[in-house]
């Protein structure tokens, strides 16, 4: 075989080589950016975090105590909360409209969601028949199973939807007083606006801090 015609044989091997360089280097940029995203989620896990304040009319305080809160009139609303609960069945915070929700975001594997869980169901049933509801939000597990193990260890009744990669937090708008943290507990008012947030782990007498200025006959403003 001539010089010429293994010249052309050469430039294939070559470009072969080149194009299956490229794709690992295009391999390694996503396992690495898919790295640092987990890094990001584990940093987050079980601890607070989050700014005060915000912007437009989404701003929010955060008071001494870690709670932060939106005046009525400037809060925003609560996005699509629906879908499958740890239990099988299905819920839909859009139907508890008129009422004030107890949004609170959990693991079974997280020791300070083990710390709060008794101190909700104790709460939930002393106000449950006020008009208030609350809901969980279950994160991260990989299975239903150990959070109903969970539910069941420390006798929770009300639903928890389940959200193993976190999608249903990531539908509150930046700015505004969304989930950052495992746990974090959310206050939404009756006309299904965020009014309070907290990205700590809660003891029976703060959680009912939180929740008394949005029972009946208040709007939450007796707060600030």
């Known amino acids: 075989m001539s010089a010429a015609s293994r010249a052309p044989l050469r430039s294939n091997r070559s470009n072969r080589s080149n194009r299956a360089s490229t794709t690992a280097r295009g391999r390694r940029r996503v396992a690495l950016t898919t790295g640092a995203a987990a890094v990001a989620l584990l940093v987050s896990a079980c601890g607070s975090g989050g700014t005060s304040g915000g912007g437009g ?71 449950k028949d006020q008009g208030v509801q609350f809901v969980g939000i279950n994160t991260r597990d990989t299975s239903t199973g150990p959070a109903r193990a969970f539910e069941e260890e420390f006798g929770v009744s009300y639903p928890s939807l389940y959200d193993p990669a976190g999608k249903l937090m990531l539908r509150f708008e930046k700015g505004t007083l969304n989930p950052q943290a495992i746990p974090s507990t959310l206050i939404i008012d009756r006309e299904g606006k965020v009014a309070a947030r907290t990205l700590q782990a809660l003891s029976e007498e703060k959680l009912r801090k939180m929740l008394d200025p949005y029972l009946s006959g208040k709007s939450g403003e007796s707060e600030k």
């Open 57 to 127: 009319q989404t701003g929010f305080v955060t008071g001494s105590d870690g709670i932060s809160t939106v005046k009525e009139g400037e809060r925003a609303d609560a996005p699509d909360l629906s879908g499958e609960t740890v239990d099988g069945g299905q819920v839909d915070v859009g139907d508890y409209k008129g009422k004030v929700v107890v949004l609170n975001v959990w693991g079974s594997w997280c020791p300070p969601c083990r710390a709060e869980a008794k101190n909700f169901e104790k709460v939930y049933q002393d106000v």
